[in-house]
């Protein structure tokens, strides 16, 4: 969902679901190991620009923090393999 409303320019609201899926981000990247721990501390990173760039004014933050969820949401997936 962060994503979607990255895309159509609401940080705010990107920036609330970013923070929830980063908790379970953490935890995953907890209980993960070896390849799948390396994605999953990328997504947290990920996450934590993508709600950095949220909070911030401008379209070209939303678009930063956009990107940044993008990228966490392929770590997720590669590390969900």
Do not use: C, R
Request: cysteine-free; glycine content about 8%.
């Amino acid at each position: 969902m962060a994503i979607e409303h990255g895309k159509a320019g609401h940080g705010p609201v990107l920036v609330e679901h970013a923070t929830e899926a980063l908790k379970h981000a953490n935890a995953a990247a907890e209980a993960a190991k070896g390849e799948s721990k390396t994605h999953m501390d990328a997504a947290v990173k990920s996450l934590e620009s993508a709600i950095e760039h949220g909070k911030m004014q401008g379209a070209e933050h939303v678009d930063a923090a956009t990107k940044a969820a993008e990228e966490a949401e392929e770590h997720i997936k590669a590390g969900n393999k």
